[in-house]
């Protein structure tokens, strides 16, 4: 029997449909044709898997942040089934992880409807090969080229050879590094350092950005993509779903809410974001609803280096403002938001007429690094009055102190309220000191940003 089932597993609206019907028309062009059916979560795939009984799992790699059962989403459905997944995503960056995980193959995605017959048609050959012709003298070629190794058969499928893991080095480490083209830039003392110290901060002037700073950048290209490291390759364990739409679709609707007297900040320079744990949901929630225009963004989220990068592809595919992770040197751009590295300290400096971000290791600060601290006490430092802080749910006591240092110098402050948070320490810390002058649902949260930045 040739005939091929496909199920898709895939939760994302907007090119769903459009790939159901590229893939159907693809397999109605093979001699012996297939079905394909849609997944959207771990409750679908387990219907389908008795009912439908699909030869091979076409899986949208985004969704493997997802944990099912404990374990990851993409090693939940391995656990569950013998056939084999091929992943599919937007960045290349993707590819080691996918295949690390246990994808037999992964396909960069098309982003115009015009390309998915024949991205589907590619897929569909490379699936009924893998799924019917292979046999121990005509193994499937390669999409990438592999050092020949013996392979493992998957369990319960005999034959069907897993294809090799990429070789990662575990001291291989992420890091951001000056082009040598360029000049090195001057070596900065981490505000870490500084604030573990108690010493104080150089003076640095807390005027306005004059009206010759940068212009609102538009999108060129997709974010800088490095290699991934060893650990990197673990991140679909790590994460929760925090979103289920792409990047081209439209914001989320926000629903009118009654907000507290809050004014609009003429200008507003900076808005900085701090979380901890349940912190991924929350600022995707917030991010979610968030359109241009809008100032710069920077953000300090407690996450392990391996998951930052990742973490902000992510959002930057379902928002509608440009996210990427930070890296030293960056500077800051209208519409925009950038996430601080992991294991790296983020602060944010004037260089002339714009806002420069600095990011280093250095020493823990609340025993974390990145702090939440560091980032709001620089901020406070360079736009003074003219900010917006925000403290979204998180364990411990990161994050008060900088909040309050940015009250003290005029900014507008903001705290998810206990009622919405997956653990009420860093906001109740924060308000219990003063630092919060608006306690909120964090469903009000990006609602109150928008007003404080004049929409």
Not at 172 to 200: D, L
């Amino acid at each position: 029997m040739s005939r091929l089932n496909v199920l898709i597993v895939d939760s994302s609206l907007p090119h769903r449909k459009t790939m159901m019907a590229s893939m159907q028309d693809a397999l109605d062009a093979m001699p012996d044709g297939g079905r394909v059916e849609l997944a959207a979560s771990d409750a679908d795939v387990s219907q389908k898997l008795a009912s439908f009984q699909p030869h091979a799992i076409l899986f949208n790699f985004a969704m493997s942040i997802r944990r099912v059962e404990g374990v990851g989403f993409l090693a939940w459905i391995q656990q569950a089934t013998s056939a084999p997944v091929v992943a599919y995503g937007l960045s290349e960056v993707l590819r080691p992880s996918a295949l690390t995980l246990g994808a037999e193959a992964f396909f960069l995605r098309p982003t115009n409807d015009d390309d998915w017959p024949p991205f589907a048609s590619k897929i569909v050959r490379f699936l009924h090969r893998l799924v019917f012709e292979k046999d121990a003298n005509d193994p499937v070629a390669p999409l990438h080229p592999e050092p020949a190794a013996p392979q493992p058969t998957v369990s319960g499928a005999p034959g069907l050879p897993r294809r090799p893991l990429p070789r990662f080095s575990p001291a291989e480490v992420f890091v951001h590094q000056t082009p040598a083209a360029q000049p090195a830039k001057p070596k900065f003392t981490s505000a870490a350092v500084a604030w573990a110290n108690r010493v104080p901060q150089p003076t640095i002037q807390t005027a306005t950005v004059p009206a010759e700073a940068p212009a609102i950048r538009t999108r060129t290209a997709e974010p800088q993509t490095h290699a991934l490291s060893y650990a990197e390759k673990h991140f679909a364990a790590l994460a929760r779903q925090a979103a289920d739409h792409h990047k081209k679709t439209a914001p989320k609707p926000i629903v009118p809410v009654t907000l507290p007297d809050l004014q609009p900040k003429t200008p507003l320079d900076l808005i900085a974001i701090g979380a901890s744990t349940g912190g991924t949901d929350a600022i995707a929630e917030v991010l979610h609803h968030l359109t241009p225009p809008l100032p710069p963004i920077v953000i300090v989220q407690h996450i392990p280096s391996y998951f930052s990068r990742l973490f902000a592809i992510r959002l930057n595919e379902e928002c509608s403002i440009d996210i990427e992770e930070a890296a030293d040197g960056n500077p800051v751009y209208p519409n925009h938001a950038y996430i601080a590295p992991g294991g790296q300290h983020m602060t944010v400096v004037r260089e002339g007429s714009r806002f420069v971000l600095h990011c280093a290791p250095g020493p823990k600060v609340h025993s974390v690094c990145p702090s939440v601290d560091v980032l709001f006490d620089s901020v406070a430092d360079v736009a003074g009055a003219n900010a917006l802080g925000v403290i979204l749910t998180g364990m411990g006591g990161d994050g008060a102190d900088g909040l309050l240092h940015m009250r003290k110098k005029g900014a507008e402050t903001l705290g998810q309220d206990e009622q919405t948070c997956v653990v009420y320490g860093m906001p109740r810390v924060a308000y219990e000191k003063g630092a919060v002058a608006h306690q909120l649902p964090l469903q009000h949260v990006a609602p109150a940003i928008l007003k404080v930045a004049g929409r």
